[in-house]
């Protein structure tokens, strides 16, 4: 069964620091793979999506992701983090032909001022 | 990014009434519609895939007689929460599918029953 794990249910950086957020996935073939951002009684933003080619994606606000087959990853970062980024990020696979979504547990970002 | 809105954004509701929460694609047609529940600090579970012109495809363990779902146009999807019940408070989030296979979401809409 298709499945996704977002290990850090919270993470603290300090403005101006880089971001990693991590995102582990269960699938057997190549999935689509996308990252989702929710501000506080929100709705879900598109930042960036993974269908196939380039391995390494950008997106918008700055945010980038690398998809690594060997292990199941599809990382999200940011190099210099702003206090607007606070929010909870969420990633998701979709794995067949039904377009539905799969969504991580969430990871919730703090930004130190 | 396509713009997808929900109405209302905030209701609050008696026991046993119905509730009818719309979703919108605004600068584009979908033929395929999500509806989501979020429960506070958690993740969205899909409920529903509502697809035009047919019936609704249901996930395990969604009741479709109480969440009704209506999907009249290739803009419009309507949930129905019926006879609701203190346990249905929740968030509502939709998505609408574009051509390009990508999900944009509505801001949500918050449910409370009273």
Redesign the interface.
């Known amino acids: 069964a298709q499945s996704v794990t977002q290990p850090d249910i919270h993470i603290t950086v300090s403005e101006g620091a880089s971001l990693e957020l991590r995102c582990n996935y269960s699938y057997g073939a190549t999935p ?1 793979l ?1 990252w ?1 951002v929710q501000s506080p ?6 930042l960036l ?1 993974y ?1 196939s080619g380039d391995t390494l994606v950008q997106g918008i606000k700055g945010f980038e992701a690398e998809f690594k087959r060997s292990q199941s990853s599809f990382n999200l970062r940011k190099p210099s983090v702003h206090w607007s980024d606070a929010a909870e990020y ?1 990633c998701a696979v ?1 794995g067949d032909s ?4 799969i ?4 990871t919730r970002l703090l930004v130190r001022p | ?1 396509a713009v ?1 809105s ?1 109405h209302p954004s905030w209701v609050i509701c008696k026991s046993g009434t119905s509730v009818k929460i719309e979703c919108r694609s605004l600068d584009f047609q979908a033929t ?1 519609m ?1 509806w989501y529940r979020q429960f506070p600090k ?3 579970m ?1 409920m529903a ?1 509502s697809n035009e012109g047919s019936k609704a495809t249901y996930e395990q363990g969604v009741e479709k007689d109480k969440f009704l779902i209506n999907h009249a146009s290739l803009t419009l999807s309507t949930l129905t929460v019926t006879s609701a019940h203190p346990e249905d408070s929740s ?1 509502y ?1 939709c ?1 609408s ?1 574009t051509s390009t ?8 809409t ?1 449910l409370t029953v009273l």
């Open positions: 689509y996308f989702y009684g929100q709705g879900l933003q598109l999506k269908f969420f979709e039904s377009y539905k979504l969504f991580g547990s969430g | 990014g997808v929900q395929t999500f958690q993740s969205l899909l895939t968030f989030i998505s599918l296979d990508t999900q944009y979401f509505g801001p949500g918050r």
